[in-house]
């Protein structure tokens, strides 16, 4: 299958910082890559659908300045978590759809966020 | 269907077994969907799919059958091995205005006992 990778894996960060997740597809041209937040032992909740030159899409109660997406290339999207909070720990996973297979999408390894 | 749970479901089963993991969906407008596996600090990894005209699919040691009239999906894994324990969760494709969206099912999670 495609190949996705996020970077960083995992990061802790204070209050109050921003940061930004990376996710690109290795091996194909992502028009829509897709952001999910996943919490300790529940699914996979979409966040935003991110596509390439044009704004996001965010789902119903994901604020937009909150969570900034940027999709500038074909690649390469990424995620700020902007003046992060304790409770914005989570999981991050960002997907890439495949151009060839229009309903499949392809998972990076995800980013796990701890604020203090 | 999109579902959140607190609490996943667990199948434990023992190694060599087959194992049968279930999944409800609610739009019958679903007409695609996709079976995944996700281990421990892990993003979820494709495992097989199947298209709403079909109702049944192979793969390597997988299965996945489509029933349509009761909305119910399962994903059938055959010999199980210690490899195999993860959470899965189905996912159903529904085609929106924008495109094509994947909601997630809440997800089971599989032990397999050596």
């Known amino acids: 299958g495609a190949v996705v990778s996020q970077h960083p894996s995992r990061v802790i960060c204070k209050s109050g910082t921003s940061v930004k997740i990376e996710c690109r597809s290795l091996d194909f041209q992502a028009t829509t890559m897709f952001w999910y937040r996943q919490f300790p032992k529940q699914s996979l909740m979409l966040m935003a659908t991110s596509n390439e030159g044009s704004k996001a899409t965010y789902e119903q109660g994901v604020e937009k300045d909150k969570f900034l997406i940027n999709h500038a290339s074909l690649t390469l999207s990424t995620l700020t978590v902007t003046s992060a909070h304790p409770e914005d720990s989570s999981f991050y996973i960002c997907?890439?759809?495949?151009?060839?297979?229009?309903?499949?999408?392809?998972f990076g390894p995800g980013t796990r966020l701890l604020v203090l | 269907g999109e579902s959140v749970g607190l609490h996943l479901p667990t199948l434990s089963v023992q190694e060599g077994d087959n194992s049968i993991i279930n999944c409800a969906y609610s739009n019958s407008a679903s007409d695609y969907f996709i079976w995944y596996k996700q281990e421990s600090g892990k993003g979820p990894q494709f495992i097989i799919d199947?298209?709403?005209?079909?109702d049944k699919r192979q793969g390597q040691r997988v299965t996945v059958l489509l029933n349509k009239t009761v909305k119910h999906l399962s994903l059938q894994i055959a010999a199980t091995q210690p490899g195999d324990s993860a959470v899965y969760f189905c996912?159903?494709?529904?085609?929106?205005?924008?495109?094509?969206?994947?909601?997630f099912g809440g997800g089971t999670r599989l032990m397999v006992k050596p």
């Open positions: 996912a159903e494709n529904i085609r929106i205005d924008a495109g094509n969206m994947l909601t």
């Open positions: 199947i298209r709403s005209n079909m």
């Open positions: 997907s890439a759809r495949d151009p060839s297979r229009q309903e499949t999408q392809y």
